[in-house]
T-cell receptor
Protein backbone atom coordinates (compact mmCIF):
# COMPACT_ATOMS: atom_id res chain seq x y z
CA UNK A 1 0.00 0.00 0.00
CA UNK A 2 0.87 3.66 -0.22
CA UNK A 3 3.18 5.11 2.43
CA UNK A 4 2.56 8.19 4.52
CA UNK A 5 5.17 9.47 6.94
CA UNK A 6 4.99 11.89 9.84
CA UNK A 7 7.69 13.84 11.60
CA UNK A 8 8.38 14.00 14.45
CA UNK A 9 7.01 10.81 15.95
CA UNK A 10 6.86 12.37 19.38
CA UNK A 11 7.50 15.82 20.77
CA UNK A 12 7.55 17.39 24.20
CA UNK A 13 7.24 21.14 24.45
CA UNK A 14 6.63 23.85 26.97
CA UNK A 15 3.29 25.54 27.30
CA UNK A 16 3.05 28.60 25.06
CA UNK A 17 5.40 27.36 22.36
CA UNK A 18 4.48 26.28 18.84
CA UNK A 19 5.00 22.85 17.36
CA UNK A 20 5.07 21.90 13.68
CA UNK A 21 4.17 18.42 12.49
CA UNK A 22 4.93 17.30 8.95
CA UNK A 23 2.95 14.77 6.93
CA UNK A 24 4.36 13.41 3.68
CA UNK A 25 3.01 11.05 1.06
CA UNK A 26 6.13 9.17 0.02
CA UNK A 27 5.13 7.32 -3.13
CA UNK A 28 2.07 9.13 -4.40
CA UNK A 29 0.71 12.61 -4.82
CA UNK A 30 -2.12 13.73 -2.62
CA UNK A 31 -4.19 16.78 -3.42
CA UNK A 32 -6.06 16.17 -0.18
CA UNK A 33 -4.73 15.26 3.22
CA UNK A 34 -6.58 14.98 6.50
CA UNK A 35 -5.57 15.71 10.07
CA UNK A 36 -7.03 13.74 12.95
CA UNK A 37 -6.58 13.89 16.70
CA UNK A 38 -6.95 11.00 19.11
CA UNK A 39 -7.19 11.31 22.88
CA UNK A 40 -6.47 8.30 25.11
CA UNK A 41 -9.01 5.50 24.81
CA UNK A 42 -11.00 7.42 22.23
CA UNK A 43 -11.44 7.07 18.50
CA UNK A 44 -9.92 9.31 15.85
CA UNK A 45 -11.61 12.67 15.42
CA UNK A 46 -11.22 14.63 12.20
CA UNK A 47 -9.76 18.08 12.76
CA UNK A 48 -9.38 19.45 9.25
CA UNK A 49 -9.10 18.72 5.57
CA UNK A 50 -5.98 20.03 3.90
CA UNK A 51 -6.21 20.92 0.22
CA UNK A 52 -3.13 21.54 -1.88
CA UNK A 53 -2.94 25.15 -2.94
CA UNK A 54 -5.96 26.35 -1.02
CA UNK A 55 -7.16 26.95 2.51
CA UNK A 56 -7.85 24.08 4.83
CA UNK A 57 -11.39 23.22 5.90
CA UNK A 58 -11.78 22.88 9.65
CA UNK A 59 -14.30 20.79 11.56
CA UNK A 60 -16.67 22.47 13.95
CA UNK A 61 -14.99 23.32 17.22
CA UNK A 62 -11.43 23.27 15.83
CA UNK A 63 -9.77 26.69 16.00
CA UNK A 64 -8.17 27.52 12.67
CA UNK A 65 -5.92 30.16 14.23
CA UNK A 66 -4.58 27.65 16.72
CA UNK A 67 -4.09 24.74 14.37
CA UNK A 68 -2.44 26.17 11.26
CA UNK A 69 -2.41 23.92 8.23
CA UNK A 70 -0.29 24.41 5.16
CA UNK A 71 -0.41 22.13 2.11
CA UNK A 72 2.16 23.70 -0.14
CA UNK A 73 2.90 20.72 -2.34
CA UNK A 74 1.27 17.51 -3.51
CA UNK A 75 3.31 15.47 -1.05
CA UNK A 76 3.54 17.64 2.06
CA UNK A 77 1.08 19.04 4.56
CA UNK A 78 2.05 20.62 7.86
CA UNK A 79 0.08 21.16 11.05
CA UNK A 80 1.35 23.82 13.44
CA UNK A 81 -0.06 23.86 16.94
CA UNK A 82 0.39 27.46 18.03
CA UNK A 83 0.73 28.54 21.65
CA UNK A 84 0.33 24.96 22.78
CA UNK A 85 -1.29 24.22 26.13
CA UNK A 86 -1.43 20.99 28.13
CA UNK A 87 -4.95 20.27 26.85
CA UNK A 88 -3.48 20.09 23.32
CA UNK A 89 -1.51 17.02 24.36
CA UNK A 90 -2.76 14.27 22.10
CA UNK A 91 -1.92 11.85 19.30
CA UNK A 92 -2.05 13.65 15.96
CA UNK A 93 -2.46 11.54 12.84
CA UNK A 94 -2.49 12.58 9.23
CA UNK A 95 -3.79 10.71 6.23
CA UNK A 96 -3.75 11.10 2.49
CA UNK A 97 -6.07 9.80 -0.16
CA UNK A 98 -4.76 8.21 -3.30
CA UNK A 99 -6.41 9.30 -6.50
CA UNK A 100 -7.40 7.37 -9.57
CA UNK A 101 -9.56 4.29 -9.37
CA UNK A 102 -11.11 3.67 -5.97
CA UNK A 103 -9.68 6.24 -3.62
CA UNK A 104 -8.18 4.77 -0.49
CA UNK A 105 -6.99 6.66 2.53
CA UNK A 106 -3.60 5.83 4.04
CA UNK A 107 -2.50 7.00 7.45
CA UNK A 108 0.76 8.20 8.89
CA UNK A 109 2.23 6.62 12.02
CA UNK A 110 1.09 9.52 14.19
CA UNK A 111 2.80 12.17 16.31
CA UNK A 112 2.45 12.12 20.05
CA UNK A 113 2.48 15.64 21.48
CA UNK A 114 3.01 16.31 25.16
CA UNK A 115 2.72 19.89 26.33
CA UNK A 116 4.15 20.55 29.77
CA UNK B 1 -21.87 8.32 5.39
CA UNK B 2 -23.79 5.33 6.71
CA UNK B 3 -23.42 4.44 10.38
CA UNK B 4 -21.79 1.14 11.35
CA UNK B 5 -22.24 -1.07 14.40
CA UNK B 6 -19.49 -3.35 15.69
CA UNK B 7 -19.11 -5.40 18.88
CA UNK B 8 -16.85 -3.55 21.31
CA UNK B 9 -14.51 -6.47 21.86
CA UNK B 10 -13.70 -10.00 20.74
CA UNK B 11 -11.20 -12.68 21.65
CA UNK B 12 -9.60 -15.14 19.28
CA UNK B 13 -7.14 -17.98 19.77
CA UNK B 14 -3.81 -17.69 18.01
CA UNK B 15 -3.81 -19.65 14.75
CA UNK B 16 -7.59 -19.63 14.47
CA UNK B 17 -9.65 -17.53 12.11
CA UNK B 18 -10.90 -14.24 13.50
CA UNK B 19 -14.31 -13.22 12.16
CA UNK B 20 -15.19 -9.60 12.87
CA UNK B 21 -18.77 -8.57 12.09
CA UNK B 22 -20.04 -5.16 11.08
CA UNK B 23 -23.59 -3.99 10.61
CA UNK B 24 -24.28 -1.19 8.13
CA UNK B 25 -27.98 -1.50 7.47
CA UNK B 26 -28.34 2.05 6.11
CA UNK B 27 -25.61 1.74 3.49
CA UNK B 28 -26.42 3.33 0.15
CA UNK B 29 -25.65 1.94 -3.27
CA UNK B 30 -22.54 3.99 -3.92
CA UNK B 31 -20.91 3.49 -0.53
CA UNK B 32 -17.94 1.22 -0.03
CA UNK B 33 -17.12 -0.82 3.07
CA UNK B 34 -13.59 -0.12 4.35
CA UNK B 35 -11.73 -1.93 7.11
CA UNK B 36 -8.81 -0.44 9.01
CA UNK B 37 -7.04 -1.52 12.15
CA UNK B 38 -5.08 0.42 14.74
CA UNK B 39 -2.40 -1.25 16.74
CA UNK B 40 -1.65 0.51 20.00
CA UNK B 41 0.02 3.91 19.57
CA UNK B 42 0.19 3.65 15.78
CA UNK B 43 -1.74 5.20 12.92
CA UNK B 44 -4.59 3.20 11.39
CA UNK B 45 -3.58 0.59 8.84
CA UNK B 46 -5.65 -0.04 5.73
CA UNK B 47 -6.77 -3.66 5.45
CA UNK B 48 -9.30 -4.07 2.68
CA UNK B 49 -12.39 -2.55 1.09
CA UNK B 50 -15.27 -3.69 -1.09
CA UNK B 51 -18.48 -2.59 -2.74
CA UNK B 52 -20.61 -5.66 -3.45
CA UNK B 53 -18.39 -8.62 -4.12
CA UNK B 54 -16.32 -10.50 -1.62
CA UNK B 55 -12.71 -9.43 -1.61
CA UNK B 56 -9.47 -11.08 -0.54
CA UNK B 57 -5.94 -9.82 -0.22
CA UNK B 58 -2.79 -10.89 1.58
CA UNK B 59 -4.09 -9.62 4.89
CA UNK B 60 -7.73 -10.62 5.04
CA UNK B 61 -10.99 -11.50 3.36
CA UNK B 62 -14.09 -9.34 3.28
CA UNK B 63 -17.47 -10.99 3.01
CA UNK B 64 -20.37 -8.65 2.20
CA UNK B 65 -23.93 -9.96 2.39
CA UNK B 66 -26.05 -9.84 -0.72
CA UNK B 67 -28.22 -7.04 0.66
CA UNK B 68 -25.02 -5.22 1.71
CA UNK B 69 -26.41 -4.52 5.15
CA UNK B 70 -23.60 -6.30 6.93
CA UNK B 71 -20.11 -7.58 6.36
CA UNK B 72 -17.48 -9.75 8.02
CA UNK B 73 -13.75 -9.28 8.05
CA UNK B 74 -11.90 -12.57 8.25
CA UNK B 75 -8.32 -12.91 9.40
CA UNK B 76 -7.67 -16.52 8.39
CA UNK B 77 -4.90 -17.37 10.86
CA UNK B 78 -4.75 -14.81 13.64
CA UNK B 79 -1.42 -14.09 15.28
CA UNK B 80 -0.57 -12.12 18.39
CA UNK B 81 0.41 -9.22 16.13
CA UNK B 82 -3.18 -8.98 14.93
CA UNK B 83 -4.25 -7.71 18.36
CA UNK B 84 -5.66 -4.26 17.56
CA UNK B 85 -8.80 -2.17 17.27
CA UNK B 86 -10.57 -2.92 14.00
CA UNK B 87 -12.70 -0.25 12.38
CA UNK B 88 -15.42 -0.87 9.83
CA UNK B 89 -16.18 2.32 7.89
CA UNK B 90 -18.68 3.02 5.16
CA UNK B 91 -17.87 5.83 2.77
CA UNK B 92 -18.51 7.03 -0.72
CA UNK B 93 -15.64 6.90 -3.15
CA UNK B 94 -16.11 10.44 -4.37
CA UNK B 95 -14.74 13.85 -3.72
CA UNK B 96 -12.45 14.60 -0.87
CA UNK B 97 -14.28 13.00 2.02
CA UNK B 98 -12.54 12.05 5.22
CA UNK B 99 -13.27 8.75 6.90
CA UNK B 100 -15.39 8.81 10.03
CA UNK B 101 -14.20 6.44 12.74
CA UNK B 102 -16.54 4.80 15.23
CA UNK B 103 -15.39 2.98 18.31
CA UNK B 104 -14.41 -0.22 16.47
CA UNK B 105 -13.86 -3.75 17.79
CA UNK B 106 -10.97 -4.44 20.09
CA UNK B 107 -9.63 -7.85 19.02
CA UNK B 108 -7.46 -9.65 21.52
CA UNK B 109 -5.60 -12.64 20.11
CA UNK B 110 -4.84 -15.09 22.90
CA UNK B 111 -1.76 -17.36 22.87
Amino acid sequence: GAVVSQHPSRVICKSGTSVKIECRSLDFQATTMFWYRQFPKQSLMLMATSNEGSKATYEQGVEKDKFLINHASLTLSTLTVTSAHPEDSSFYICSARTSGGVETQYFGPGTRLLVL
Amino acid sequence: DAKTTQPPSMDCAEGRAANLPCNHSTISGNEYVYWYRQIHSQGPQYIIHGLKNNETNEMASLIITEDRKSSTLILPHATLRDTAVYYCIVSMDTGRRALTFGSGTRLQVQP
